[in-house]
């Protein structure tokens, strides 16, 4: 697929900007600070709902503005569809498929998929264990929409658990009774708890077992100079108990619900003590190894970006094979080259200089491989200049 | 920021929920040019609002004497109790014409976030009602969110001893919205399709 048009309203810097844009590469070019992420950002809003650089909507609406407006056109297939959500901090979003409106943004995510690089990448392989979560969390919502609803729930009762916990801890003075009265409704968070958290464990684990192979892959790709790079990916669920979760999802899921309860029992006291929520998906991680080292604290910086390349193309690579005719995801480069030495800059511009859509962001135009050279568009103070 | 009372009112209209900073001075603008007749009814209402209205003693309803219209309504099936979380959402229910037994609201809904427990919300004084026999389906129409959820399932929990029988309303309402927001089409649909998710039968 390709974007065909992109319009926003008060989004981030701009107070309205109305963008054609066409199939092969364009690289938007600007000094710093000038808007370029700000527009690639708003493209992934509408694949997913979800800003890759700010947990919540606030700063995605203009300074002053109350509310913000996302216009994504695509053509796939020949077929235009457009997505628009109207994005309120606070409140839920209102959206529209092809101009009618549907009951929630979820139903018009997953429509427009996009794959995209950023400097920010490389804390996939060197950060917490919350980046590589999010990585897989905003795939899964990429594949399917509705894992969204899953996301969000399990944000939601891990909130309303972790207060309920922390009221009891507060309480201490009302002692056995405090307990006594949080655990009357803590079963039912509980049970909220579990079903969302092993909808996820399971299908984060699936995710990361169709992931391994083409990670494997692309690493060779893009650091040829390893002869043989043993490179592993494992998802480390941290509930005692859950073993294989990736073969069948759907088996995974009763096994993974099954040891949470005998973890939530197990580790009752310890969460009263604490006033935390001590099992669930938000305590995993994918783990990733080369050469049977874990990557994060031993691989060198080049590993680490060759890995972090390797996620990102496997993950396109994922998307388009599950997408259907059509449905390749536009691929979005965000200042990336500027991170990369030569052989990596030429090597990824090879493999994705045959994509449907490829957007580019460069502060400095000279970063981006001539693999790439495509249609330039100046962007500057928050406008756009079409060539 | 504009002096004194005009900010004082555009203050006070930016705490009302669903108005934003530039609704409330909209809003204020617009008072100032309106009709002095017109402003000065909405104001005499509101405090009509606050020292006229009351919540029946029976259901918790809003309303004006020490019942609601639907408790001291004869016709309403005293064998069917629908449990709510707001007045609102009465409205929302009777305007489906689905239902005809009595309600019940809550006052709200479980969220430890706010500090709500259930001994925050009207069920204590659910749990008396049931006590005499009378009723013999309880409905619970919370909203279709985690937390009314989490209230369905605890009241659930609550009435399962007494061997009545419990329905939720069918899915098929938009998830993780209000009821009150919900079409009357959907929302009669769910009624009539409630599941029993205990007791007997
Ligand atoms: N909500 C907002 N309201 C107004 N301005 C905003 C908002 N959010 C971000 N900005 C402004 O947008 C600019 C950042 O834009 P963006 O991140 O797109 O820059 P960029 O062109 O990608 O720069 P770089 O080359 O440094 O990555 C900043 O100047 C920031 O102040
Ligand atoms: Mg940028
Ligand atoms: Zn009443």
Redesign the pocket.
């Known amino acids: 697929m390709h974007v065909t048009h992109l319009g926003l309203v008060d989004f981030?810097?701009y107070p309205q900007v109305e963008l054609d844009l066409e199939p092969g590469v364009t690289t938007f070019v600007?000094a710093?600070?000038?808007?370029?992420?700000?527009l690639v950002e708003a493209i992934g809003y509408a694949s997913t709902g979800r800003s890759h650089r700010v947990a919540s909507d606030g700063?995605?609406?203009?300074?002053g503005a109350e509310r913000a407006v996302v216009r994504v056109e695509v053509s796939r297939a020949g077929r235009r569809l457009l997505v628009e959500l109207e994005i309120t901090p606070g409140r839920s979003n209102r959206a529209r498929v092809n101009r009618a409106p549907v009951p929630r943004q979820r139903d018009a995510l997953g429509q427009v998929t996009r794959v995209l690089f950023c400097p920010e990448d490389l804390a996939l392989v060197k950060g917490d264990p919350g980046d590589r979560r999010a990585f897989l969390d905003d795939l899964l919502v990429s594949l399917a929409p509705r894992y969204d609803g899953v996301l969000t729930d399990l944000e939601r009762v891990l909130r309303q658990r972790n207060a309920l916990l922390k009221s009891a801890t507060a309480l201490r003075g009302g002692g056995q009774r405090a307990r006594t009265a949080a655990e009357q409704t803590l079963s039912v968070w509980d049970d909220q708890l579990v079903t969302c958290s092993a909808e996820l464990v399971a299908a984060r684990a699936h995710l990361v077992a169709r992931l391994a192979g083409p990670v494997g892959e692309h690493y060779r790709a893009v650091a040829p100079e390893d002869r043989d790079p043993r490179v592993d990916l494992t998802y480390a669920c941290g509930v005692p108990g859950v073993t294989d979760t990736g073969a069948d999802p759907a088996v995974g899921r009763e096994e993974v619900a099954e040891a949470m309860r005998a973890a939530l029992v197990a580790r009752r006291d310890e969460e009263f003590a604490r006033g935390l929520t001590l099992v669930g998906p938000h305590r995993d991680e994918l783990v990733l190894r080369l050469h049977d080292l874990p990557v994060r604290g031993y691989a060198s910086h080049g590993e680490s970006w060759s890995m972090a390349l390797s996620l990102r193309l496997a993950s396109y690579a994922l998307l388009r094979a599950e997408a259907g005719p059509g449905g390749d995801p536009v691929l979005i480069l965000d200042?990336v080259f500027a991170e990369l030495d030569t052989g990596r800059r030429e090597r990824l511009a090879g493999l994705v200089a045959e994509v449907e859509q490829v957007l580019v962001?460069a502060?400095v135009p000279a970063d981006v491989p001539s693999a790439l050279a495509g249609r330039q568009v100046a962007?500057a103070g928050g406008t756009v200049v079409l060539p | 920021m504009y002096e004194g009372i005009v900010q004082d009112v555009i203050d006070a209209l930016g705490r009302l929920p669903g108005i934003g900073p530039k609704g409330a001075q909209r809003i204020a603008f617009h008072l100032l040019k309106a009709d002095p007749e017109e402003v000065t009814a909405l104001a005499e209402a509101l405090v009509a609002l606050r020292e006229q209205v009351r919540f029946c003693a029976i259901c918790g309803n809003v309303a004006q004497e020490e019942t609601c219209g639907i408790c001291r309504d004869p016709r309403r099936d005293p064998a069917q109790l629908c449990v709510v979380e707001e007045s609102k959402d009465v409205v929302a229910i009777e305007r489906t014409r689905e239902f005809r037994g009595r309600y019940h609201v809550l006052g709200g809904a479980i969220s430890p976030m706010e500090g709500i427990g259930p001994d925050d919300l009207r069920i204590r004084e659910l749990m008396a009602r049931l006590a005499d026999g009378v009723v013999q389906e309880v409905i619970l129409a919370t909203d279709p969110n985690l937390e009314g959820e989490a209230t369905a399932a605890y009241l659930a929990r609550m009435i399962a001893p007494l061997g009545l029988t419990v329905s939720r309303l069918a899915s098929g309402l938009p998830v993780g919205g209000d009821l009150e927001f919900a079409d009357e089409v959907t929302l009669g649909r769910a009624f009539e399709g409630r599941r029993r998710i205990g007791g007997q039968g």
């Open positions: 981030r810097s600007g710093n600070g000038q808007g370029k992420t700000n700063p995605l609406v203009r300074a200042d962001t502060a962007v």
